[in-house]
């Protein structure tokens, strides 16, 4: 819940302008985009993903290191995935 | 070179160690606090404490949601789940948390209709597709997810979503560390900011802390470096005298944190008076409840609660190791009776408690727990 999980914005969703689909380590998945408003996000930037909402765009350099912070946490990081995957947020 | 490379790196950690150890001023003691679990597990997962001088001590905050959730809030909980009109739908980190009677696993295997949902948005795609039921979410966290509480709650009343309303135990940082501050206890001379609620709240609201208390807070990222850059960073400022709110993650952290969620927080909840967090006690204005505007999305004014406070098992020392006052492995029952397969305490539940951290990293040793029964005090009140 607390783990912040980086994803790579692929595209905005038409009918639900806060809504955009992420791939997260190949796992694709909406989430919620609606607090980085301000940010002007565009396909193909990196955002740091909590319980289903962007929270903070980074660098891809950024994403990358937090990627592999998570793969060392193990379970925990496994969890959080196995719980996105079971995410279907409309 | 891989980019994580920069933040793991053993000869930059070495090289970082020897500046921190040439900080220290020789024969003082300095005991820096970090506030939030995801440091913990950083620091005990990667040995941190073994690259710091000896004049260096790192204590334990309150700062994982899951372990400050108070025993008489988790029997409210189970209390809404068993209504047979009703599914509860809570993050995977609340199943194991026990109440005074059980945990929602429990209430789960008793039969209470209980949900893992990986976000409060998945909570309301239940609501939608139940609509002969009432979805209550079970919401927990500091400011990291309270604002996802928050936008769920806006987007439901944008449906008019009628069977849907949250339980809200969302609790704030800036209290907590002010009630550490205030208590007796412990004596620090500064702190390691956490990083994900700062992304939401920025740096701001620390600085009555250098202000008023005269300690310096750098808020830090989740790296091994980060985290001695960071002490380094607290270190230089005693040195020169000086206390302020520095950050060291705006990799990740703005300033000023971030307007749209602080925005629908302040729109769909409001401030308690007071509010319990589990081994700490009552502390003012520290959590949030839903705002008037949005009763009919309150989950505490929908259903009638028991709200009984249930006093902590009495073998349990998760508060003095919330407050950084005692060590996991200082803790009467930690490792013995109290495992992360029978957890008597929330420390031991989460991951991100400091008992877990420590439990899983393998780190306590008999060797230490003797060192720690020779000198117990020494470790915790320089």
């Given amino acids: ?90 | 070179m891989r980019f994580v490379d920069e933040y793991r790196d053993a000869g930059r950690a070495r090289a970082l160690a020897g500046r921190i150890a040439e900080s220290c001023r020789p024969g003082r003691r300095y005991t820096f606090m970090e506030v939030c679990g995801g440091h913990t597990h950083t620091i005990y997962k990667h040995g941190l404490e073994d690259h710091l001088p000896s004049e260096v001590n790192l204590v334990h905050g309150p700062g994982c949601p899951v372990c400050v959730i108070p025993m008489g809030r988790v029997d409210d909980a189970i209390h809404i789940a068993r209504r047979p009109d009703v599914i509860m739908t809570s993050f995977g980190d609340m199943m194991r948390v026990p109440g005074g009677s059980g945990s929602f696993l429990d209430a789960k295997a008793a039969g209470a209709d209980i949900r893992m949902v990986y976000s409060p948005l998945d909570a309301l795609k239940i609501a939608r597709a139940n609509p002969d039921r009432r979805v209550v979410f079970m919401a927990i966290g500091f400011e990291t997810t309270a604002p996802s509480t928050a936008m769920t709650v806006l987007r439901a009343a944008a449906e008019d979503l009628g069977n849907f309303s949250v339980f809200c135990n969302h609790v704030m940082i800036i209290p907590a560390i002010k009630a550490i501050l205030d208590s007796p206890d412990l004596r620090l001379d500064g702190f390691i900011g956490p990083g994900h609620v700062s992304a939401v709240i920025g740096c701001r609201p620390y600085e009555f802390i250098a202000r008023d208390y005269r300690k310096p807070l750098v808020v830090a990222g989740f790296e091994p470096l980060d985290i001695l850059t960071s002490v380094h960073m607290l270190l230089g400022q005693l040195a020169e005298g000086r206390c302020e709110v520095e950050n060291q993650y705006t990799r990740v952290v703005p300033w000023d944190g971030n307007r749209i969620a602080l925005s629908a927080m302040g729109q769909v909840m409001r401030l308690r008076p007071h509010f319990e967090w589990r081994g700490l006690g009552f502390i003012a204005h520290s959590a949030l409840a839903m705002a008037d505007d949005y009763a009919a999305f309150d989950a505490e004014r929908v259903f009638d609660l028991p709200g009984l406070r249930v006093a902590d098992p009495k073998s349990c020392q998760c508060g003095e190791v919330l407050k950084g006052v005692l060590k996991p492995w200082e803790c009467k029952v930690f490792g013995t009776a109290c495992t992360p397969e029978t957890p008597i305490g929330t420390c031991m539940v989460s991951s991100e408690g400091a008992c877990a951290a420590y439990y899983n990293f393998g780190r306590f040793s008999r060797e230490q727990i003797s060192a720690a029964a020779r000198e117990p005090r020494e470790a915790s009140r320089p």
């Fill in chain 1, 1 to 90: 819940m607390c783990l912040g999980i980086p994803g790579e914005l692929v595209e905005f969703v038409q009918e639900h302008e806060d809504l955009a689909v992420v791939d997260v380590s190949g796992v694709r998945r909406r989430v919620n985009v609606g607090l980085l408003a301000d940010e002007g996000l565009r396909p193909g930037d990196w955002v740091l993903v909590h319980v289903g909402f962007a929270l903070s765009k980074i660098s891809e350099r950024e994403a990358q290191a937090v990627f592999d912070y998570l793969q060392g946490l193990g379970q925990p990081y496994a969890d959080e995935l196995d719980a996105l995957r079971g995410s279907d947020i409309g």
